[in-house]
């Protein structure tokens, strides 16, 4: 368990490497959930501490939501991107992928370069309504 000792000593506010939201074209939102890979302990927990049960109702998004963070059944980077690389993901735009940085994005360095992971397909299927 981190204690604040642990969390001050670092200086890296909240280092992550892998990040994707998937996003619900129908209803132009997102599903509400997000796959967000930290690098180290002390940047999880701190973003534990900043966004559990933060309630976004007096956000610009003036949603009810209030956000739950939790531990997903796949863990690390390369299990992430294992897992993503092959999917399709039925968008017009690669700004919707899932992506990888490297180095890892840290809020103070933007030498960061994003990967794309996933694939989109050649046509996107029309949805009867």
Request: hydrophobic share 30%.
């Amino acid at each position: 368990m981190l204690n604040r000792d642990d969390q001050q000593e670092s200086t890296t506010l909240s280092e992550y490497d892998f990040l994707y939201l998937p996003i619900d074209f129908e209803r132009k939102g997102n599903y509400g959930y997000a796959f967000l890979n930290f690098t180290t302990p002390v940047a999880a927990m701190r973003f534990y501490n900043a966004f559990n049960n933060f309630s976004w109702k007096d956000s610009i998004y003036e949603s009810s939501k209030v956000c739950k963070i939790c531990a997903a059944r796949i863990q690390g980077k390369d299990e992430l991107v294992k897992r993503f690389k092959n999917s399709y993901f039925e968008c017009d735009t690669d700004e919707f992928l899932p992506v990888s940085f490297y180095p890892p994005r840290n809020g103070s360095t933007p030498d960061s370069f994003p990967s794309l992971v996933g694939k989109r397909p050649k046509t996107i299927r029309k949805r009867c309504d």
